[in-house]
């Protein structure tokens, strides 16, 4: 009880510090201010834009196989030429796979190229127009907020029909209701029969919001299919209990049966997964993440400098205060807990202050990037605690060497 | 009568080598790797690094806290090393040098604060 009647006598001491040296006080917590708000902002940009990648990689699906002609990813020595004379996935490769796969859930076959579509007098130019084959639904994670996906009869038959992204609807029918209307593509009449429920940007640029889905069948009509430039490809979602690795495996064997590849020949295709995207990311971001460390890190090392400065000046200015203390009955660690709230709470202020201005920080950039920026709760437990500890730390020696000073001579001094 | 204690040389060099070491293991509080572990692990890790300054400052002075504080620090560190499974071996061995150190030249050490 003496101990917290002491603590707080302490505080209060430390407080009007503070407040009777308040220009002197804001300056020397701005070291602290500049520090926190260098790491945590760097922390804030680089969580909230893994977060987005994260979400856009999620909604590729990490189950999800792509049977494609080029892999995702290269190493430093990249036969490029050899990739360029492999054949495309086809239609009759997808059937194929549905037949003979049993790792498999679901399968489809799916390309997308830029092209403008229209309504009346109003017009989207380059919507991202996926052709797909029925399976897409089951493979793809999206949600149709209004209207309906194709039947199977639909994509079988090759139906002209669509379902449009939210930003397309928005642009080609602001005041009507997309359903039943019919939109123009490459000359081809198409009915819009659902829109899919809005997603936000995506970083990988795979959000369904600018995207328009007709069926396969009926996109033989607008495009080649066996074109290199529309990628095709067929994606494979795995079985609840199958890895992605078990499924490989399979599609390996099932592939090179279907291409006729001998034993000794490469692999004329690229089984990709959203898992070797998510590895790039990792050592992106954890470069960005050293960086902010070590900028941030030595910023806060350096306010911290500036404290225990501000510290020592204090205790110097106090020095006869502090003998009038001790002379009077106040304990060593009265003295050393008085300093040292004060470094704290210094410390604190300024960290506080740099979180506030990351706060607001954070909506400046919402609003110019569009994009969804959260200072997170670690974060701010990172920014507060580590400026507590940073006071701790440069506040001690100076609050110590005041505890140890002798009354005596303590109050002697000017 | 006040007693004057004289810091062994080695306490000299090792509180140091000891508060630069803490200085610098502060930079590593912000690590993406001690980040990753939990909300609170670079809070944890922090007051762990603070502790190890604040006990070389005592040592430095010649008083026994300091030593205690370095030994809960230097075993608190190990508990948390084990626990991410991130064991320094050098850090470990360098801090149980310090710590035989620290023990010889116990005795000759204040108890007060």
């Not at chain 1, 740099?354 to 994009?371: K, P, R, S």
Request: hydrophobic fraction near 50%; glycine fraction near 8%.
């Amino acid at each position: 009880m003496l101990f917290l009647t002491l603590f707080k006598e302490s505080f209060l001491f430390a407080v009007q510090a503070l407040v009777t040296n308040k220009l002197r006080s804001f300056l020397s917590l701005l070291g602290i201010t500049i520090g926190i708000f260098a790491i945590i902002s760097v922390f804030t940009m680089t969580d909230s834009l893994e977060k987005k990648l994260r979400d856009s990689v999620k909604s590729m699906g990490d189950d999800v196989i792509y049977v494609q002609k080029w892999p995702w990813t290269f190493g430093p020595d990249y036969p490029w030429w050899k990739y360029m004379n492999r054949p495309v996935s086809s239609i009759s490769e997808l059937n194929e796979i549905q037949k003979q796969s049993q790792k498999s859930e679901a399968a489809c076959f799916s390309i997308s190229t830029p092209f403008t579509v229209k309504y009346k007098s109003s017009s989207v130019e380059n919507a991202n127009i996926i052709c797909a084959s029925h399976d897409y639904y089951t493979v793809k994670t999206f949600e149709v907020g209004e209207g309906r996906y194709f039947s199977e009869m639909e994509s079988a038959t090759g139906r002209p029909i669509a379902i449009i992204g939210n930003t397309i609807a928005e642009g080609l029918f602001p005041q009507e209701d997309p359903i039943g209307k019919i939109i123009t593509v490459k000359g081809s009449k198409i009915i819009v029969i659902g829109v899919f429920k809005r997603e936000g940007e995506s970083m990988l640029g795979n959000s369904m919001d600018a995207a328009v889905v007709i069926p396969i069948n009926f996109a033989r009509n607008l495009v080649d299919l066996r074109s290199d430039r529309i990628d095709p490809t067929i994606r494979v979602k795995a079985r609840p209990g199958i890895s992605n690795e078990e499924l490989k495996d399979e599609l390996t064997g099932i592939m090179r049966g279907i291409r006729k590849l001998k034993p000794i020949e490469e692999d004329n295709f690229a089984l990709n997964q959203t898992s070797m995207l998510s590895t790039q990311f990792d050592g992106l971001f954890s470069i960005v993440g050293i960086a902010g460390w070590i900028i941030g890190g030595f910023s806060i090392l350096v306010g911290g400098f500036g404290i225990a400065n501000i510290m020592f000046v204090s205790v110097k200015e106090r020095t006869n205060l502090i003998g009038i203390q001790k002379s009077l009955g106040a304990k060593n660690y009265f003295i050393l807990l008085q300093f040292l709230a004060e470094a704290v709470m210094l410390s604190v202020i300024g960290g506080t202050f740099g979180l506030l201005l990351i706060y607001g920080g954070t909506f400046i950039v919402e609003a110019a990037m569009d994009m969804n920026i959260n200072l997170t709760k670690s974060n701010i437990i990172l920014g507060l605690t580590i400026s507590a500890l940073i006071g701790v730390v440069s506040g001690f020696v100076p609050a110590y060497n005041a505890s140890q000073l002798d009354p005596v001579e303590a109050i002697r001094t000017n | 009568m006040e007693v004057i204690r004289n810091r062994p040389i080695i306490l000299t060099i090792i509180c140091i080598i000891g508060i630069m070491w803490s200085l610098g293991s502060f930079v590593f509080v912000f690590s993406p790797t001690i980040k990753k572990i939990s909300d609170w692990a670079p809070a944890i890790y922090g007051t762990m690094v603070a502790l190890q300054f604040i006990s070389f400052i005592g040592i430095w002075h010649m008083k026994r806290w300091g030593v205690m504080i370095c030994i809960s620090a230097f075993f608190a560190k190990i508990i948390f090393s084990l626990v991410v499974q991130d064991i320094a071996y050098v850090e470990i061995g360098l801090s149980i040098i310090f710590t035989v150190f620290f023990l010889i030249f116990y005795r000759r050490m204040d108890e007060e604060l």
